[in-house]
């Protein structure tokens, strides 16, 4: 008996060892098991915002891909809600509250600029507890531009953001794209998360950009500006939410 005891014991301890080493990653939040956490790679950006060795900004106690410059309020990085979509958000996040003021920040991709003539892809994870942004209202969350000193400037090459196109309480709010002299909107719904992804065509063409949340998507025509920063946070006030894993890419 003893020795049956024994083997017992043996077997579950291997099996135990194997099942630790089948799962990459960390699991995702919500619940999702063994479904792996690491972040996809960009060629200009990859973060996962507190999973990795640098601080995520000075004088900051998490740590993340990069170190990233804050320039107004105070985000955090903090444990994102349930729910995410795999490799889009791992346990935490950028975390921020604009009830009262604006809190932004961003990463020089330290390459100098990207030139106006590439594609760019910019994917991020989107949650957003509550937002009550006012009518004929637009308000970028995630950005890339030429400037370090704003979040929206005469300098933006596109954006990605909340937009309340017209005026009224229980309209509407959308995921908005901004380019060069127009927009496009998707449906867009408080406490859920989104996998955006931003193609940025390399000819600028007219519709020829896209914004997609992997399901809905629409067309816009990019900026020509080359851009250097990507941003991050929010601009205005009220809204309050996350951001999950971020790269950039130029295929």
Do not use: H
């Not at 020795?3 to 043996?10: E, M």
């Not at 009262?100 to 507890?129: H, R, W």
């Not at 949340?213 to 601009?235: I, P, Q, V």
């Amino acid at each position: 008996m003893r020795k049956f005891s024994i083997l017992f014991l043996i077997l579950l301890f291997a099996f135990q060892a194997n099942a630790a080493t089948t799962v990459s990653g960390r699991p995702c939040p919500g619940g999702a098991g063994t479904t792996s956490c690491t972040t996809p790679i960009g060629d200009e950006l990859t973060e996962s915002f507190g999973d990795s060795s640098s601080s995520c900004w000075s004088g900051g106690d998490s740590t993340c891909n990069n170190t990233w410059t804050v320039v107004t309020g105070s985000p955090t990085i903090a444990a994102v809600p349930a729910g995410a979509p795999s490799n889009t958000a791992c346990t935490n996040g950028i975390s921020f509250d604009t009830t009262s003021a604006a809190e932004t920040l961003y990463k020089d991709l330290g390459d100098g600029t990207i030139p106006n003539n590439v594609q760019v892809v910019i994917t991020f994870s989107m949650y957003i507890d509550s937002s009550s942004i006012v009518g004929y209202s637009y308000s970028a969350l995630v950005a890339l531009n030429a400037s370090n000193t704003s979040l929206e400037s005469v300098t933006l090459y596109s954006s990605v953001g909340l937009n309340k196109n017209t005026a009224g309480t229980g309209v509407a709010t959308k995921i908005a794209a901004f380019g060069n002299s127009d927009s496009c909107t998707i449906d867009f719904a408080e406490d859920t998360w989104y996998n955006i992804t931003l193609t940025l065509d390399a000819a600028a063409s007219e519709n020829g950009s896209t914004l997609s949340d992997g399901t809905n998507s629409c067309n816009f025509t990019r900026d020509t500006d080359a851009s250097r920063y990507l941003w991050a946070g929010a601009l205005d006030t009220g809204i309050v939410g996350y951001i999950g894993n971020v790269r950039v890419s130029t295929p």
